[in-house]
């Protein structure tokens, strides 16, 4: 890919190759045609990661919450997620009586994210500097799900920046940063400081611990926990705004 295109559309891009390879009926089932199965407060972040606690279409469809945030963080809470996609997460936290906020590059995943979403989410594309100021200091609780992996040094920082500006003071940051087992084999994967792949938008940055204490001294964050999950490459970092 040579030519210059802008973030919006390269993930717009990325967007429909997924469409077009891959499974999509999670994505475009409305929240009218999910029920939830199971109560989320009081459950541990390991435990929310791994829980399913929605049916789509009356059958759960095995696909777990996949964010490291503990249960009584996100059931009624004032929710922020950077690269929200199609509203997966959304329409999940929306029906769980919470008031979500997502914001994203793709304006093709966020036209989907308003149709399956309750009235409890909002969505703006991130470069919308005046739908998002409106938020500012507003939410409890920002989540990436399958998000911080593909940010490079200079991405996690300003999006942790808005993220921080959005917050309010004492609110927490939970990010999902990439760690690799050496064991397994590895896809496309650069070091955190390395510029954006032309080529690979979901391509995954790789941030050591020294870099993610670096990024939370530059925004201002504080380190709440980090937690390694090798069997899924992943490496949960909790930041709270000082
Ligand atoms: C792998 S998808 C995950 C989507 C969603 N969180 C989910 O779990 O279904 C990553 C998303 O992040 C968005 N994205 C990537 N970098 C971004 C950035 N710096 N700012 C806003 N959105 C971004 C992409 O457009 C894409 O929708």
């Known amino acids: 890919m040579s030519e210059l295109i802008s973030q919006s559309e390269r993930w717009d891009r990325e967007w429909m190759h997924y ?47 996949r964010i490291w945030a503990a249960g009584d963080d996100l059931v009624g809470r004032s929710v922020l997620e950077i690269g929200c996609g199609c509203g997966w997460l959304g329409k999940r936290i929306g029906m769980m009586g919470g ?15 308003r149709g ?8 703006a594309q991130i470069e919308d500097e005046e739908a998002i100021a409106a938020y500012s200091g507003s939410r409890d609780v920002m989540v990436g ?48 400081k390395s510029p954006l792949d ?10 050591s611990d020294d870099e993610v204490e670096e990024l939370a001294q530059i925004v201002g964050l504080r380190v ?11 490496q949960f970092v909790v930041f709270q705004k000082t």
Request: with cysteine.
């Open 19 to 65: 469409f077009a390879t891959e499974a999509r009926s999670t994505y475009l089932v409305p929240h009218w045609k999910m029920r939830q199965t199971s109560d989320l407060r009081g459950l541990s972040a390991p435990e929310i990661f791994d829980a399913v606690a929605f049916e789509e279409n009356g059958s759960p469809n095995g696909v777990p919450l």
């Open 99 to 113: 008031d979500y906020l997502g914001l994203d590059y793709s304006e093709l995943a966020l036209a989907i994210a």
């Open 116 to 123: 399956v979403s309750p009235a409890s989410c909002s969505y």
């Open 145 to 192: 799900r399958e998000f911080f992996i593909h940010q490079n040094f200079e991405n996690a920082t300003w999006v942790l920046q808005m993220g921080t500006r959005l917050l309010r003071p004492g609110g927490l940051i939970s990010a999902d940063f990439y760690r690799g087992d050496p064991a397994v084999e590895q896809g496309v994967i650069h070091p955190a």
């Open 198 to 207: 032309p080529v690979h938008a979901s391509c995954a940055f790789e941030f």
């Open 224 to 234: 709440v926990s980090s937690d390694r999950h090798l069997a899924h490459q992943r």
